[in-house]
């Protein structure tokens, strides 16, 4: 299965964002095998950046340190799939400012729904800074539901019990991008988060 087969936005009626580097990960995965689902903020500023786009890619490299940080054994995306875990951004586009406006997160969390959809069988999702989990908490409004993740700081509400229909949800911060190797101790709480999750889907 390739999700970018699947969904896709029509209309980019967003103002905040570059349109053209839209990034729905292309790549082919069984989706009965993924455990968990790991939602980071948007694409990468430079295409060649993204998740699955190989080489020196930075998001593959900040992700890989933060899953060895967490003691898992990885050198490449492919031995991260081998984990049962899937990465995507909430925001598809790359963002052309700072933040994003709440009107991008929630109009990109409809393909993200359509996206987490395709996965049966996760066990607990990884929301990996402030935008993804706005992203789910927007798709929980627009089906009725109670709100997933309370407001307050993620520093405050890491560590919280969380569902999402039943199943865990993990909010944290950014593991994709620069910033990962800087700051230092949101580092070592990245890799505690993704320890628990792999724990919960017993890898």
């Keep these: 299965m390739r999700e970018d087969e699947r969904i896709w936005c029509e209309y980019l009626p967003c103002k905040d964002v570059n349109h053209a580097g839209i990034a729905i990960p292309r790549i082919e995965i069984d989706p009965d095998k993924v455990s968990i689902v790991l939602i980071s903020e948007s694409s990468a500023l430079k295409a060649e950046d993204n998740y699955y786009s190989g080489g020196d890619a930075l998001f593959e490299q900040t992700t890989l340190q933060a899953f060895r940080d967490a003691g898992a054994k990885v050198d490449s995306y492919a031995d991260i799939l081998g984990l049962g875990v899937y990465l995507t951004p909430a925001v598809k586009c ?42 789910l908490n927007m798709i929980a409004k627009r089906n009725g539901e109670k709100r997933v993740i309370p407001a307050g700081s993620t520093y405050k509400i890491r560590g919280g019990e969380f569902d999402f229909r039943g199943r865990k949800v993990l909010p944290s911060y950014l593991q994709a991008g620069p910033s990962f190797f800087i700051e230092k101790s949101k580092r070592r709480m990245i890799a505690e988060d993704i320890r628990t999750a792999l724990e919960i889907a017993g890898k």
């Design 94 to 135: 790359r963002k052309s400012g700072y933040v994003l406006e709440s009107i991008t997160i929630d109009e990109c969390s409809k393909l993200l729904e359509q996206e987490i959809a395709l996965f049966h069988n996760w066990k607990v999702m990884l929301l990996m800074g402030d935008a993804a989990i706005r992203a």
